[in-house]
């Protein structure tokens, strides 16, 4: 079995996402694939509900209850690899991991970022993205690097900006279209990895 962990930091959207999806569209029969767990960072993070509602497996690794980022990413490690993980996905997980926890999932680490990276590596994404005047925005789904926000893209979204869209108007349009891309991307690798 392909074991999919997905890491969370807050309300959890695009983890419900794939979890829907892997089942709507059969990922365990079709690709023998499924969503293992979901883990936090956070203990308060929403989306830990939306994940024990959809029969999920929880877990916290409470980045403040470790000293230290090395020492927070060895735990969260040996939490994901209790699952024997063929894939690793960042779903709104607002940590910086460390390049040795990056090397270690290394081709196997999947991220979101909501803008069309290159453009707006880091926050703010949409703010930025309506104060540079963009006609276009959106979202990617990218290999996880060392460098932030950076590795090999394996997919985009493009949305319009629109006249007086506001930040939050914005990010609702790239977050709808997130929630479409992510599981598109995942499908896509395993596929390609079948
Ligand atoms: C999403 O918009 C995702 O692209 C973004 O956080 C949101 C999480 O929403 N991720 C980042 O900004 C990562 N740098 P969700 O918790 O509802 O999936």
């Known amino acids: 079995m392909k074991n999919i962990v997905i890491l969370i930091s807050g309300s959890g959207s695009n983890m419900a996402a794939i979890a829907q999806a892997a089942r709507r569209d059969d990922w365990a029969g079709r690709h023998g694939a499924r969503v293992a767990a979901v883990l936090s960072n956070r203990p308060q993070a929403a989306g830990l ?8 497996p929880t877990q916290v690794v409470d980045h403040q209850q470790h000293a230290d980022r090395e020492a927070f990413d060895a735990a969260l490690a040996r939490a994901i690899d209790a699952h024997q993980p ?3 996905v960042l779903a709104g997980f607002m940590r910086i991991l460390t390049p040795g926890f990056v090397q270690r999932y290394a081709g196997r680490l999947v991220n979101i970022h909501p803008s069309l990276l290159p453009a ?3 926050l703010h994404t949409h703010r930025r993205a309506i104060e540079a005047g963009c006609r276009v925005h959106g979202a990617t789904v990218h290999q996880v690097t060392a460098e ?3 590795g090999p893209i ?3 979204a493009v949305v319009p900006v629109l006249p007086g ?3 939050a108007s914005l990010a609702d349009r790239v977050l709808t279209q997130e929630h479409l891309l992510y599981p598109r991307a995942i499908e896509a690798l395993l596929r390609r990895k079948d």
């Open 148 to 150: 932030l926000d950076h």
């Open 120 to 122: 707006f590596p880091g």
């Open 154 to 156: 394996l997919d985009q």
């Open 165 to 167: 869209d506001t930040e």
């Open 86 to 88: 063929w894939l690793v």
């Open 49 to 56: 509900a939306l994940a024990r509602d959809l029969d999920l």
